[in-house]
Nanobody
């Protein structure tokens, strides 16, 4: 059983910053990849940023040089530093983690957090 708990969403003015956090807990052996996704009303869920256990990162073009993804492997935690926020960044942001469990050992998991609302006002 693996759970993801998110925090850090809220209301911010355009140009402001927010830091999202995601903490994974449960029977985790390894987390191979983690990512942040977002979904705005009427739109498809899209990947915002992703990071592997080795630290390789990728970003959607729309957030490059504004958002930074990071993780603390020891704590099974992931963060998204969002700077220079724009109204179009408004969405529900979801944490995702893919890995293998400790008990039962080696079983794969693919889990999502509950989502956290980010609203950027103009």
């Amino acid at each position: 059983q693996v759970q993801l708990v998110e925090s850090g969403g809220g209301l911010v003015q355009a140009g402001g910053s927010l830091r999202l956090s995601c903490a994974a807990s449960g029977s985790i052996f390894s987390i191979n990849a983690m990512g942040w996704y977002r979904q705005a009303p009427g739109k498809q869920r899209e990947v915002v940023a992703a990071i592997t256990s080795a630290g390789s990162t990728s970003y959607a073009d729309s957030v490059k040089e504004r958002f930074t993804i990071s993780r603390d492997n020891a704590k099974n935690a992931m963060f998204l530093e969002m700077n220079s926020l724009k109204p179009e960044d408004t969405a529900v942001y979801y944490c995702n983690a893919k890995g293998t469990s400790r008990t039962p050992l080696g079983f794969p998991f693919d889990r999502w957090g509950q989502g956290t609302q980010v609203t950027v006002s103009s």
